[in-house]
C-alpha cells in the first residue's frame, strides 16, 4: 500500500486518477518542513520522515507559486505568504510588475528504504539525520557505495511537475490557496472544474511520471 502524506482527502482523490484502485491511501502525519530555496529537499526531507515513522512506502509533494518577476517568490514559502500576507496582496504587488508571468510547481517525493536503478528521474541522496548520525569525518550523504550505505541515508525518487500562468485579479468561486489569482490558457485555477483543473495542474503532471514509473517498481 503506497501512503500519501497530506491533510487534504482531494490531493489522495487526485493520484487516485493516476495509480491503480485501492493502491493509495492518505497518511496524516505532520513532519517538520525544513525551510529550502527548492521544494527538493523539502519533499525529501519529508519522504523520509513518514517513511520512518510508518514503515511503509510513502509518497510526499511540496508545491508552490513562482513569480517570474519576482524572481521566483514566494516559491516553496508560498503557504507561509498565503497564510500572512494573503493572495490578494500577492495579487497587488504582482500587479505592479512588467512581467506578471508564474508557475505552480510540485515535487513528489517517494520513500520506501530501497534504493533506485539509474533513470533521468533526480535522486535526492542527502540525509541530514544520517549526517548528524555518523558525527565528525563522516557526511551520511553516501550514495550506496560508502560507509553509510543506502538504507541509512533513505534515497528519496523526486517527480516534479510544471504548468505556466500568470497572476490575474482574483475570479473564481472554486479552487483553493492562489488559485483565484493564477490564469492559465484564459481561465484562472478556480474558474475550472476539477476534472479540467486536475488534467493541466502541476500535481496531476508529476503524478503521471510518477505513475508511470511506480507501475514497474
Known amino acids: 500500500m503506497l501512503r500519501y502524506v497530506t491533510t487534504n482527502p482531494g490531493k489522495v482523490r487526485e493520484a487516485e486518477r493516476y495509480l491503480p484502485d485501492g493502491s493509495v491511501e492518505r497518511l496524516d502525519f505532520d513532519y517538520p518542513e525544513i525551510q529550502a530555496a527548492e521544494l527538493g529537499p523539502i519533499a525529501a526531507r519529508g519522504a523520509r520522515e513518514a517513511y ?26 508560498s503557504s507561509y505568504v498565503e497564510e500572512t500576507l494573503g493572495i490578494e496582496r500577492v495579487h497587488e504587488i504582482a500587479a505592479d510588475l512588467d512581467d506578471r508571468r508564474a508557475a505552480f510547481r510540485c515535487t513528489l517525493g517517494y520513500c520506501d528504504g530501497e534504493g533506485f536503478a539509474a533513470s533521468p528521474d533526480p535522486v535526492d541522496r542527502g540525509d541530514r539525520n544520517a549526517a548528524a548520525a555518523a558525527g565528525p569525518g563522516g557526511d551520511g550523504d553516501e550514495d550506496g557505495a560508502g560507509q553509510h550505505g543506502e538504507a541509512e541515508t533513505l534515497p528519496v525518487k523526486l517527480f516534479e511537475g510544471y504548468v505556466p500562468g500568470r497572476i490575474v485579479a482574483p475570479r473564481g468561486e472554486g479552487g483553493f490557496g492562489y488559485d483565484p489569482i493564477f490564469e492559465h490558457d484564459g481561465e484562472t485555477f478556480a474558474e475550472m472544474d476539477t476534472d479540467r483543473k486536475n488534467a493541466v495542474s502541476h500535481r496531476g503532471r508529476a503524478l503521471e511520471k510518477f505513475a508511470e514509473w511506480y507501475a514497474d517498481r
Open 52 to 77: 520512518r515513522h510508518v514503515g511503509e512506502p510513502v509518497l510526499v509533494d511540496d508545491a508552490g507559486l513562482f513569480v517570474e518577476g519576482l524572481d521566483g517568490f514566494p516559491g516553496p514559502y
